[in-house]
């Protein structure tokens, strides 16, 4: 008898006290990028994704690069940012905020596929890099690691760099006008930018990506603040299967993509038509995955041209374990 009276204390204690709370959702604030297309399908798609707005919701700030997105990580406004190298040795070496890289987000060069440029007016008589002394050059972020790029090149090619060569800053969308006014000689496009630019016909390619690195690279990647990592692992790969589920819609319904990027960055359709999702894209993997083989090399270029102070091995930090089983 007593068995029982305790028994309904508890079940009627459980009933008082109700159903247990749901779990609140964890709010991720992500860097990104025009250029980073399957953000733009998780925002309009959400019906193709299994977990958002279940166990995470996503406040999108979208930036003209790495060099702008990772110190906003740094400064606490993000969780998780494309990145690149230099950017990111800043971080963690300099700000001391250790980020780690959970997925790939676009590769230059592999297998064909679009290898960022940098374009100069048909007319300029810039034949090579060496001729670039005393020009402009337009980037679109100072700091970053197309700028640094640029650098690297340069200095390559033989011209001192502070003394022969200004580099300044441009929206990613006005740098092909930019070039054709003469307001600066040469710049790096990203797609969709150089696709609408070289179909003009009055441009021409005087480098690419793997011109500087020696071959193609693992050049953009997501990273997260590695403390939000570890404080909230769960939502974090809900995320990158998300993330994963809306490149593969993308590819496997290339012509509503397509349509959707196009109306989004007020692109003419056959212009997206043209390159989006096709090897004059950058490569997005259907795995998320990445090398540090295929991302070493900038590293390396970046510290024996003195643009960070020391080598690191980006190997350690790099963790795919958040990419689905």
Do not use: C
């Amino acid at each position: 008898m007593k068995s029982l009276l305790s028994a309904a204390v508890l079940v009627s204690s459980l009933l008082a006290a109700g159903p247990a709370p749901a779990q609140d959702k964890v709010k991720i604030r992500v860097g990104t990028h025009i250029a980073i297309s399957t953000h733009l399908f998780m925002q309009k798609k959400p019906e193709v994704l299994k977990n958002m707005g279940k166990t995470y919701e996503v406040e999108w700030v979208r930036f003209a690069g790495s060099g702008d997105a990772l110190p906003a990580l740094v400064a606490g406004k993000l969780d998780g940012a494309l990145a690149t190298p230099f950017p990111m040795f800043n971080a963690i070496y300099q700000s001391k905020v250790p980020v780690t890289v959970v997925h790939q987000l676009l590769s230059f060069g592999f297998d064909g596929h679009y290898d960022d440029a940098a374009v100069v007016r048909k007319d300029s008589g810039i034949n090579a890099v060496a001729d670039l002394k005393g020009k402009t050059f337009g980037v679109n972020a100072i700091g970053g690691t197309v700028e640094q790029g640029v650098r690297i090149i340069a200095r390559k090619n033989g011209l001192n760099v502070d003394r022969d060569l200004t580099i300044v800053e441009g929206r990613p969308p006005f740098l092909p006008a930019m070039v054709r006014d003469n307001k600066v000689q040469a710049a790096v496009l990203f797609q969709p930018f150089y696709e609408e630019a070289m179909a003009k016909g009055d441009l021409k390619v005087l480098f690419t990506a793997s011109d500087i690195y020696g071959g193609p690279t693992d050049y953009v990647f997501m990273a997260f603040d590695e403390k939000f990592l570890k404080a909230n692992g769960r939502a974090v790969r809900d995320y990158v299967e998300d993330y994963l589920r809306a490149v593969n819609w993308s590819l496997d319904n290339r012509a509503e993509a397509v349509k959707i990027y196009a109306e989004q960055w007020k692109l003419p359709l056959p212009v997206a038509e043209s390159y989006l999702l096709t090897k004059k894209d950058y490569l997005v993997r259907r795995d998320g995955r990445l090398d540090a083989k295929a991302i070493q090399p900038i590293v390396d270029a970046l510290a024996a041209n003195g643009f960070i102070s020391q080598r690191f091995d980006i190997s350690k930090h790099i963790d795919l374990s958040y990419l689905p089983k």
